[in-house]
């Protein structure tokens, strides 16, 4: 029996769009056991009753992959998912089970593909490396897909910064999300993007929190965004106010993430009573940046 614990994840982080992700302690649990016959899936937590039991299941469908490539076929397979991570909020949870789900496949099958192997194979599959890069490896992470492979850079986030998470009670699908983005974009927004992506790397390593807050700008997702988050202008201009260093949509959303040092508590509240102005109940998670990314865990 293995099972690993993977963290949720915010990805884009303002202008570092399909880049950029960030992993946070709050963490969904996979285990995997080998069985004489068949496919069973429990599933509890986050969205336990909208998850397929079926070899649909995600987990599986991740795992699948991995199984089929070094050639390893259980002759039957538990899957358990404790999740925790909110379904369909944009905090990486479909990157922590489908990265979670092949580094157990590999792990079950004899270990015979690298991490950073994992890591391609994952990103093929969610489409996009933001979320899956930091859940694998922890960290804030920046990510470059290539032909043939793909490159990652993790960092880690100085120990005082931290996200309140402020989470409405609807979902939205990344592909919904994805859908209202304009293909082409002008030269002076791309300019805008990669002059904030870049500084805010570079103020986040040298430590410089008030810079890397100031960066988190963007003109290539968030603005037609905006429609589908009721509320989202206000619930920026509210935690700003009450000293956020920055915000930014998570993800595809509708999930918008505030980043700050110290006391946390005014701006999370502003954030929900914002929100609520809107006609939007939401509930806010004060999380630290995870750097472990995911590891196996001892089952008990
Ligand atoms: N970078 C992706 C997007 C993240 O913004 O669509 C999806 O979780």
Redesign the pocket.
């Known amino acids: 029996m293995l099972k690993v614990r993977i963290p949720a994840?915010s990805?884009?982080l303002g202008p570092g769009?399909?880049?950029i992700?960030m992993a946070f302690r709050l963490y969904n649990y996979i285990t995997f056991e080998v069985l004489a016959e068949g496919l069973e899936i429990e599933v509890s937590g986050e969205g336990a009753e909208e998850i397929s039991r079926g070899e649909d299941n995600i987990v599986y469908q991740a795992a699948k992959k991995v199984f089929d490539k070094v050639n390893y076929h259980p002759s039957g397979l538990r899957i358990k998912l404790e999740n925790n991570i909110p379904i369909a909020r944009?905090m990486?949870s479909?990157?922590s089970i489908i990265g979670g789900g092949m580094l157990l496949a590999n792990e079950i099958s004899g270990a015979y593909l690298s991490k950073d192997e994992i890591f391609k194979m994952a990103v093929e599959m969610?489409?996009?490396p933001?979320?899956i890069a930091p859940a694998i490896f922890g960290g804030m992470t920046i990510s470059v897909v290539g032909i043939d492979r793909v490159d990652c850079l993790k960092i880690e986030p100085p120990k005082e910064l931290h996200g309140i998470f402020a989470i409405p009670d609807f979902q939205l699908s990344?592909m919904t999300?994805?859908k209202v983005?304009p293909v082409m974009i002008d030269r002076s927004d791309a300019v805008f993007n990669i002059s904030r992506s870049s500084l805010m790397v570079g103020a986040l390593m040298n430590g410089d929190l008030n810079l890397f807050g100031k960066m988190m700008e963007d003109r290539l997702?968030q603005p037609y965004?905006m429609s589908l988050i009721p509320g989202m202008q206000d619930v920026f201009n509210q935690a700003k106010e009450r000293g956020a260093l920055s915000v930014a949509?998570?993800?595809?959303?509708p999930t918008l993430i505030a980043f700050v040092t110290g006391d946390g508590t005014e701006v999370a509240e502003a954030m929900v009573k914002a929100f609520k102005k809107h006609g939007i109940s939401a509930k806010t998670l004060d999380l630290y940046p995870d750097v472990q990314g995911a590891v196996l865990v001892k089952t008990d």
């Open positions: 994840t990805g884009n769009f399909d880049t992700g944009g990486g479909s990157a969610e489409g996009h933001d979320n990344t999300a994805r983005i997702h965004r949509i998570s993800g595809a959303g």
